[in-house]
């Protein structure tokens, strides 16, 4: 039973607003930088945009999807009302006013530092307080996560937490965690700089801190997809989850090696190890399995609810699917994106043969792919299932629903695929200006054409899923009745604690960070002589 | 199942996962600190431990005796981006009586028509720079070495203030409606060259890089030149060599131009 309504609402509102202006900034990017726009412009303008949608797309328009998502998940799995309601809302008004905050500087021109802030470029402070105030603002949620869960549990001795509750608290955590990085970085390293009271910065330990979070982050951002896939796809397909015990599985080695990884962000830095390097690289190679398990119980739980429908056959049971749902068809694309985006991963994470493709466009071109692709689809989905719930209305623009996912899908490979084209041929990433007409680039030319036109089949998507929401606040009233997730096709009676709980997991999160982020950190902050005069972005005009 | 014990070692679940971390983390430690660096030939290490100190990041004696010297002098200047940017009167003065002997090339207001650079409004981290050099020997001149030999830090620091505080003055080949060159505006990527107006003003001015705008063209040319050549040498990790070694001859000559006409 949904009955914070409004609070739900407000955050998927304000993410889809950021996420639209954002994706107009993107589509502006990948045109400027393409061979479709004639030299003139001013190239500081791209590196606010980059800046803008970086930020919004990275660090807001997904943490109020969580949140959102999260009090929805706390109401309808738990059947009771949210404790501590105003709390929430304070929290959705600092990630507000934290976006604007930030937001202004950058616009100004006085914050294009890119959303990974890279010292020793500094740029305004409120940028930075502003997105202080976005992570503190999610805290909140945090915070409020866990409390719901502890007095469920309280309340309810013995019984299993419902599977969504559980994911949805092990990414609250896992995002508590990882976000004290970047809190660290900024609060200790760049505003005492950019403030003035410093002018010099330990680059390279900013970067260490910096990738405590850049990792774990891109979990935290795939996480409601996961749920999505878990505990929304089964049900709105008309069968059931394969395994709970395997979700819980999945979520909680997540939980457990999503974070102490980051330092595969810095294969090309030298101010870690080569010993620490290989570490994280090994632990990077873990987490492809919660991954594996997902991929392998969402396609059983898809068979399932196939059979169930009177599919046959070995493969023949892929055609009885309800491909007119559009739950289904966002889930089956997202995880064809993922399967793409996957095997780019693996490449990423080989020491080698990122040297080859680091900061490159193939990175840029990659994480598209997995966030913007098979992440925000589903992010589009859980926006439709939910939807009716919301708004006590019905929304049946069901064609459209599929239009929009197609072309979001369709719009994604023709954006991503040549992007990541381009990076082998060694286009650089994070550049505003090309010169086609040199030789040495000119092959390049076609590639970027082409990804210029899928970004703006993006764009189209995107306007045509706000018009799919719009339409819902203006459909015929109806009671949508319960929310409900998907139902495992074992009903767990008696879990094991572990699975129910987050202690041990914690516990093992937090002594994997010492291991493999204790000595890079203590080393860097022992080290004399380590900082360096700040770059201040946007002075001296 | 809330009275059984998660931390004990009578839960499975503890026992397992604990122990299949601790053998991940200890088997890629022992992976990475030891047997990876002991395997590659490169590294000539003295055993376990410096195998260890070596793959943990730790900085060594061995790598910092090998640095190459030039055999020529090198700016020792640090810039940074606030330096000498604080106005102060009493510098300003005392730059003003020094600067008397400067005038007869330099101008009675840091202008002048003899080629030398115009200093009026020169940011004062690039004058203090250039004394500097001069006075170190990392940037050569007949006229002005001997001239920088005789002062002291200080009175560098008041002479590039006073010249700072002087207003810019255009000159008298001022011509706002040039067009700028594409080297100015975009650079040649395709050589590693960036966009002059990224340091030098217009676009982004960068700590260290002097003013253009109204220099002798005569002068500007001299100067990329003998970055070109290796006559001049004194810009820090070789900024303007590495640019003026890939400009050619056409476009050195129309950027002379290009800020000769800017205010
Ligand atoms: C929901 C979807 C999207 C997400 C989550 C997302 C996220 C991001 C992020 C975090 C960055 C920062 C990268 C950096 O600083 O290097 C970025 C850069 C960029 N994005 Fe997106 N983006 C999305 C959609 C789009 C779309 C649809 C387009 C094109 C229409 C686009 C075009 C770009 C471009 C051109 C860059 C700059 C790349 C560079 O210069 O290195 N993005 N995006
Ligand atoms: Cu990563």
Redesign the interface.
């Known amino acids: 039973m949904l009955i914070n309504k409004r609070l739900i609402a407000a955050h998927f509102w304000l993410a889809f607003i950021v996420f639209g202006v954002a994706l107009v900034l993107g589509a502006w990017q990948m045109f400027v930088r393409s061979p479709l726009n004639a030299w003139h412009f001013n190239p500081e303008f791209y590196y606010r945009s980059v800046t803008a949608h970086g930020s919004a797309m990275g660090y807001v328009f997904p943490t109020l999807i969580a949140m959102g998502f999260g009090y929805a998940i706390t109401e309808a799995s738990l059947e009771k009302e949210l404790v501590g309601r105003r709390w929430a809302w304070v929290g959705f008004f600092l990630v507000a006013v934290g976006a604007v905050v930030a937001m202004i500087p950058v616009s100004l021109g006085l914050a294009s530092v890119l959303y990974t802030f890279y010292p020793p470029m500094v740029g305004n402070p409120f940028y930075y307080i502003g997105v202080v105030m976005v992570v503190v603002g999610s805290w909140i949620w945090v915070a409020l996560m866990v409390t719901n869960f502890v007095i469920w549990k309280r309340e309810n001795p013995g019984k299993p937490v419902p599977l969504a509750m559980y994911a949805n608290v092990a990414g609250s955590l896992l995002w508590g965690w990882t976000a004290v990085g970047a809190a660290l970085e900024i609060l200790f390293q760049i505003l005492p700089v950019a403030l003035g009271l410093k002018s010099t910065i330990d680059a390279g330990l900013a970067r260490v801190f910096f990738s405590w979070t850049l990792h774990a982050i891109v979990y935290f951002w795939l996480i409601p997809t996961y749920i999505a896939y878990y505990t929304i796809f089964p049900r709105a397909i008309g069968g059931r989850l394969f395994s709970d015990a395997m979700a819980r599985i999945s979520f909680i080695l997540f939980v457990v090696v999503a974070m102490p990884i980051g330092v595969h962000h810095l294969f090309a830095d030298p101010q870690v190890g080569a010993g620490f390097k290989f570490m994280h690289s090994v632990f990077t190679g873990l987490v492809a399995l919660p991954t594996l398990l997902t991929v392998f119980t969402i396609c059983a739980s898809a068979e399932i609810a196939s059979r169930l429908r009177g599919g046959r056959g070995a493969f023949g049971w892929i055609g009885a699917l309800p491909w007119s749902n559009p739950i289904m068809l966002a889930t089956a694309l997202s995880l064809v994106m993922l399967g793409f985006g996957g095997a780019g991963g693996l490449i990423n994470m080989s020491y080698q043969l990122d040297a080859t493709v680091h900061n490159t466009q193939w990175i840029t071109g990659h994480f598209h792919l997995i966030f913007g692709g098979a992440i925000v689809i589903m992010y589009f989905a859980i926006a439709y299932d939910l939807w009716p719930h919301l708004t006590d209305r019905a929304l049946d623009s069901f064609g459209l629903m599929r239009t929009q996912l197609w072309l979001w899908f369709i719009g994604m490979i023709v954006t991503t695929f040549p992007w990541h084209y381009v990076g082998i041929l060694g286009m650089p990433r994070r550049m505003a200006y090309y010169d086609y007409a040199n030789p040495a680039i000119s092959p390049q030319a076609l590639s970027v054409t082409m990804s210029a036109i899928g970004g703006f089949i993006l764009l189209l998507s995107g306007l045509l899923f706000l018009l799919v929401l719009i339409r819902g606040q203006f459909g015929a009233r109806g009671e949508a009745g319960a929310y409900r997730f998907a139902v495992p096709l074992h009903m767990p009676e008696r879990i094991p604690v572990a699975l129910n709980s987050f202690g041990l997991w914690l516990a093992l999160m937090v002594g994997l960070t010492v291991v493999n982020y204790g000595f890079p950190i203590a080393q860097l902050m022992a080290l004399n002589e380590t900082s360096v005069p700040a770059v201040y972005v946007g002075a001296g005009r | ?2 009275d ?4 004990s070692l009578r ?1 499975p ?2 026992g397992a ?2 122990g299949i ?1 601790a053998a ?2 200890v ?3 022992v ?3 030891i047997w ?2 002991l395997a590659q030939p490169n590294l000539k290490l003295a055993g376990v431990w410096d195998a ?1 100190c ?6 060594r004696a061995a790598v910092q005796e090998t640095g190459i010297k030039p055999d020529f002098k090198t700016s020792n200047v ?5 330096m000498l940017t604080k106005v102060n009167q009493v510098s300003i003065g005392r730059g003003a009586t020094l600067a008397q002997r400067c005038a007869i090339c330099h101008g009675p207001q840091g202008v002048s028509d003899a080629h030398s650079p115009n200093l009026a409004g020169q940011f004062a981290a690039v004058t203090y720079k250039e004394l500097n050099d001069f006075k170190t020997g990392a940037r050569v001149s007949v006229v002005m070495s001997p001239f920088a030999a005789a002062m002291s830090d200080q009175d560098m620091k008041d002479v590039a203030a006073y010249y700072a505080y002087l207003p810019r003055v255009p000159s008298n080949n001022l011509d706002t409606g040039r067009p700028a060159p594409v080297i100015v505006v ?1 650079g ?3 050589r590693n060259i960036a ?1 002059c107006g990224s340091c030098h003003g217009d ?3 960068k ?1 260290g890089s002097p003013w253009l705008g109204g220099q002798s063209a005569v002068y500007i040319k001299a100067q990329l030149e003998a970055f070109a050549s290796g006559a001049r040498r004194n810009d820090i990790s070789q900024q303007m060599r590495n640019i003026a070694r890939q400009m050619t001859a056409d476009e050195i000559d129309q950027v002379a131009h290009y800020y000769e006409a800017q205010p």
């Open positions: 199942m809330s059984q014990p998660l931390f839960n679940w503890f996962s604990v971390t991940i983390a088997l890629s430690a992976a990475g600190l990876l660096p260890i070596s793959a943990a990041g730790v900085p640090v810039m940074t981006s606030e975009t040649a990527p395709m966009p676009v982004d001015n700590a």
